[in-house]
């Protein structure tokens, strides 16, 4: 199957809506990048991490290969901006899992679909993920102090459960879209404070605000094919 009959058996599989709306966004941050005169990694970034969001909601494995750019992107525009946890996490953390994503998601494909399985976490599970977690983002809050980053507070939060939700990414569970709405809600949060304070990344902060919105979407597709 040659790469084009391959992206159009693909495409099947997105409905309608899904189109169209997706194609509304990205020319919709193009158009706003230009106007603004963004910069052109927010846009870039903002691009890769909308597409990878969306076909890693329809269990899409190939949604690690764009993750893998999108990463490198958005540690650039981190660290250009303080956010030295969110740059550690996604150089370090984000950049060798995308990787890890895709040998984990090839071992559990619905031949059918070509999409995973999805699964869900056990109480005594969750109870675990959370407190480890919670540690975790007291430590990152501490060295992100001791360095000097930018909105230690918000920034270790959002580093500490963006692990979390990453790991429950890769082993497919539907709490990872509960984890997702915190992160990108604190995320919209902390690109908007640094919008307001003269940061040119206008296509960064609506790139979180669209993942907060995807994270309850896609929260509703699984429910309804795990429950």
Not at 37 to 58: H, Q, R, V, W
Not at 91 to 103: A, D, E, K, S
Request: aromatic share 20%; proline share 1%; net charge positive.
């Amino acid at each position: 199957m040659n790469l084009i009959s391959y992206i159009k058996s693909e495409i099947k599989f997105f409905n309608k809506s899904e189109r169209i709306l997706y194609s509304i966004v990205i020319l919709s941050i193009i158009l706003i990048s230009i106007l603004t005169n963004d910069s052109k990694i927010s846009l870039f970034s903002a691009i890769c991490g909308i597409t990878y969001t969306l076909f890693a909601g329809k269990g899409k494995v190939y949604c690690y290969y764009i993750g893998l750019l999108g990463t490198f992107l958005y540690c650039i525009i981190a660290y250009k901006n303080g956010f030295y946890g969110n740059m550690a996490l996604y150089g370090f953390y984000f950049f060798p899992m995308q990787l890890f994503g895709i040998y984990t998601w090839k071992k559990h494909l619905n031949k059918e679909k070509n999409e995973i399985y999805k699964t869900k976490l056990l109480i005594k599970e969750k109870i675990i993920y959370i407190l480890v977690t919670l540690i975790i983002t007291f430590f990152i809050y501490v060295l992100i102090k001791i360095s000097g980053g930018h909105k230690p507070i918000l920034d270790s939060f959002v580093t500490g459960f963006s692990l979390l939700g990453q790991f429950l990414t890769i082993k497919r569970c539907i709490e990872q879209w509960y984890v997702w709405f915190g992160v990108n809600l604190i995320s919209v949060v902390m690109w908007l404070s640094a919008y307001l304070n003269g940061a040119n990344y206008l296509v960064t902060l609506l790139m979180w605000v669209i993942y907060l919105f995807l994270s309850i979407y896609f929260y509703k597709k699984w429910k309804k094919e795990i429950f």
